[in-house]
T-cell receptor, first 113, second 116 residues
Framework: AQSVTQLGSHVSVSEGALVLLRCNYSSSVPPYLFWYVQYPNQGLQLLLKYTTGATLVKGINGFEAEFKKSETSFHLTKPSAHMSDAAEYFC???????????FGKGTMLLVSP | EPEVTQTPSHQVTQMGQEVILRCVPISNHLYFYWYRQILGQKVEFLVSFYNNEISEKSEIFDDQFSVERPDGSNFTLKIRSTKLEDSAMYFCASNSPGQGAWTEAFFGQGTRLTVV
């Protein structure tokens, strides 16, 4: 069975600071990994995904994530936070049938001026 | 850009009543899903639907839940007799296999169901 752990339900950064949101997963098969973002009163929007190939993946809005098999991690980073990045971020792994997603509990990113 | 649309955005219902949550998936997608997120908890898979039948369901998806694709465009989730614990944000999603790998799931904006 797949599972996802996101460390920290809330992360606070200052505008311009590095953003690091942590995600660790467990999977019985080579994982497909995703980061979704949810802005207030909106749906889940895909930020980036890893399926195969290059382990450093770039997404929208300047975010990137690195798949580290040895650490079973897929942490999300952004060099410089913007106020508009304030949202909830969800890490997810695709199940062994490569159809449904298992989500982490989410991390709320707070950005202060 | 194609998107998944859900209606209504918010529904309040009395305990014991039936509710139907509606979704219009992206038109060329073949797989459809319902997920839910109870306030403060993680997004949980409920059910997947392909070729007019349920392909997978979770333990949450018990006999009070049903799904239907009544007309080739809408995809609905019915909760037969709502309970207080059904209060949650319900997300519809769709995707399709492409070139040997699954495309990412596209999610709707969600329907917030409040059972009182």
């Amino acid at each position: 069975a797949q599972s996802v752990t996101q460390l920290g339900s809330h992360v606070s950064v200052s505008e311009g600071a590095l953003v690091l949101l942590r995600c660790n997963y467990s999977s019985s098969v080579p994982p497909y990994l995703f980061w979704y973002v949810q802005y207030p009163n909106q749906g889940l929007q895909l930020l980036l995904k890893y399926t195969t190939g290059a382990t450093l993946v770039k997404g929208i809005n300047g975010f990137e994530a690195e798949f580290k098999k040895s650490e079973t991690s897929f942490h999300l980073t952004k060099p410089s936070a913007h106020m508009s990045d304030a949202a909830e971020y969800f890490c997810a792994v695709m199940n062994s049938g490569y159809s449904t997603l298992t989500f982490g509990k989410g991390t709320m990113l707070l950005v202060s001026p | 850009e194609p998107e998944v649309t859900q209606t209504p955005s918010h529904q309040v219902t009395q305990m014991g009543q039936e509710v139907i949550l509606r979704c219009v998936p992206i038109s060329n997608h073949l797989y459809f899903y319902w997920y839910r997120q109870i306030l403060g908890q993680k997004v949980e898979f409920l059910v997947s639907f392909y070729n007019n039948e349920i392909s997978e369901k979770s333990e949450i998806f018990d006999d009070q839940f049903s799904v239907e694709r009544p007309d080739g465009s809408n995809f609905t989730l019915k909760i037969r007799s709502t309970k207080l614990e059904d209060s949650a944000m319900y997300f519809c999603a769709s995707n399709s296999p492409g070139q040997g790998a699954w495309t990412e799931a596209f999610f709707g904006q969600g329907t917030r169901l409040t059972v009182v």
